[in-house]
C-alpha cells in the first residue's frame, strides 16, 4: 500500500491501447471527419458552416448515427482544429 501511495498506479499499455481505441470509435464526430471529409490548409481548403452541418447531417442518416446539436457540432469540429467560413 506504501508504494502505492508512493509510485501511484502504474500505466499498462494494453489498457491505455485500448482506451485510446475505444475513445475513437465512440466519437462520432471524428469518424465523420474521417469518413466525409478531406482536410487541409489553404485556399483550396474551405467549407460554409451551412454546407459542413448539411453533410453532418447526411452522413448521420447514411449511417445511422445521432446528430448533435449544431453549437455542439460546431464547438466540438473547432476544438478538433477544423474551422469554417461563416458564408
Avoid at 19 to 46: H, V
Wanted: charged share 35%; hydrophobic share 35%; proline share 0%.
Amino acid at each position: 500500500m506504501l508504494t502505492l501511495a508512493r509510485e501511484g498506479f502504474v500505466k499498462c499499455k494494453a489498457v491505455t491501447d485500448a482506451t485510446k481505441k475505444y475513445r475513437e470509435e465512440s466519437d462520432e464526430l471524428a469518424l465523420f471527419i474521417r469518413d466525409a471529409c478531406e482536410l487541409g490548409t489553404g485556399k483550396d481548403y474551405f467549407i460554409a458552416k451551412k454546407a459542413m452541418k448539411d453533410a453532418y447531417c447526411n452522413w448521420c442518416e447514411d449511417s445511422g448515427q445521432n446528430q448533435i446539436h449544431t453549437s455542439d457540432f460546431i464547438r466540438q469540429l473547432t476544438d478538433k482544429g477544423v474551422t469554417m467560413d461563416e458564408r
